[in-house]
């Protein structure tokens, strides 16, 4: 599969909308795309692990977490207790014919939504956010980035060494 055609299945970039008087919220045209060729009717939903967000997305994301439990043994604590977050707490939203869905107070209590969300593409899944919230967290993404960054490309002995991608992981 080409570059082009894999982007194509893949949420990126993000989006602001507003909840409706109804409360309602239009999921990004480029996401329902995706969601479309995914083959999962509707929008499965969960609280996120580590982030006051909420994990979303389709056959994709169900695959990822069946292949993440797969590895753990069916009867082990690990397993239940991830199966109990990940499955425990989800919901599988009703997309209608105009694109939109109504996020739930548990999900929306969960991530401090309002009035308005933020979608995230984060390639196989994305996340929906309260706005300032999402601004918060990318300012310190981008922080960690940073100084991800400084260290791959740190002077040693006068001269800049550039690590390669397995060195960085194994330091």
Known sequence: MGAVAQTM???VSNFTNRLDSKGRVSIPATFRAVLVRDGFEGLYV???LDAPALD???NALLGAIDAL???LS???DEHDQLSTALFGTSEI???DSEGRVILTDTV???AGIADHVTFVG???KFQIWEPERFRAHLDAARMKVRALKRGIGAPIGGATVQATPLEARES
Do not use: C, E, I, M
Request: glycine share 16%; charged share 10%.
């Open 108 to 110: 929306k209590h969960h």
């Open 69 to 71: 439990l797969s590895g």
């Open 46 to 48: 969960h609280p996120a």
């Open 93 to 95: 939203l009703k997309v």
């Open 74 to 76: 069916p009867y082990s």
């Open 9 to 11: 299945n893949r949420f």
């Open 122 to 124: 984060l390639g196989q």
């Open 56 to 58: 979303a997305g389709g």
